[in-house]
């Protein structure tokens, strides 16, 4: 949920930027920042989890699941 709103959130707040039709910044700092966000809030929630379960926190290795985590940067490179 809160990653998607961030992501989403980046092309509303650059459309409403612009001044006189042009981006007074470097857009290509915008998806470098929005990354950089969702990259915080995932170590938040990872660092959470971490502290709630200890050393019984689990990451899974499995090919039928770990083939599945380079869909979403596929399909953002396609995208922009």
């Known amino acids: 949920g ?14 409403a930027s612009k001044v006189g ?5 470097n857009v290509a700092t915008i998806p470098l920042l929005a990354e950089f966000c969702k990259l915080l809030v995932s170590l938040a929630f990872l660092y ?3 502290k709630e379960k200890g050393h019984n926190l689990q990451i899974t290795t499995a090919w039928s699941s770990v083939r599945l ?5 596929i399909i953002y490179l396609f995208h922009n």
Do not use: A, D, N
Not at 3 to 15: A, F
Not at 21 to 25: A, E, L, R
Not at 69 to 73: C, L, N, Q, R, T
């Open 69 to 73: 985590f380079p869909i979403p940067s």
């Open 21 to 25: 039709g042009k981006y007074p910044y």
């Open 2 to 15: 809160m990653l998607t709103c961030v992501t989403r959130s980046q092309g509303l707040l650059m459309t």
């Open 48 to 50: 959470k989890e971490h």
